[in-house]
């Protein structure tokens, strides 16, 4: 497993529990309140489980079983490196901003 497959595994957790305790810890008042909010915690719930299921997809995969597209080798760590770690620092972020507002949320 590779950092960026441990990094989707841990957000891709996050969110799913993040949600799932938002969802039963006040589920009463969300099942019989707006609509909306249950949207909300489903839709991040089905992100959250599509992060954990794609941090395990290369596991999965026969290793015999033809790819499109091939990576070639990169021989220095350049700009890309900078702007992929900007963006899981920034996925991260909002992550943990979309609990926090989901939880706000609470009736």
């Known amino acids: 497993?590779?950092?960026?497959?441990?990094?989707?595994?841990?957000?891709?957790?996050?969110?799913?529990?993040?949600?799932?305790?938002?969802?039963?810890?006040?589920?009463?008042?969300?099942?019989?309140?707006?609509?909306?909010?249950?949207?909300?915690?489903?839709?991040?719930?089905?992100?959250g489980l599509v992060l954990t299921a794609s941090a395990f997809w290369p596991l999965g995969r026969p290793a015999d079983l033809p790819t499109v597209t091939t990576r070639a080798p990169t021989p220095e760590r350049g700009r890309g490196d900078v702007l992929r770690g900007i963006g899981r620092v920034v996925l991260a972020v909002l992550a943990v901003g979309i609990i926090v507002v989901l939880a706000r949320l609470r009736p």
Request: aromatic share 12%; proline share 6%; no cysteine.
């Open 1 to 47: 497993m590779t950092f960026g497959d441990g990094f989707r595994l841990v957000i891709g957790l996050f969110l799913t529990a993040g949600a799932l305790w938002v969802l039963f810890s006040r589920l009463d008042p969300i099942w019989n309140g707006p609509p909306a909010l249950m949207t909300a915690l489903l839709v991040v719930i089905a992100v």
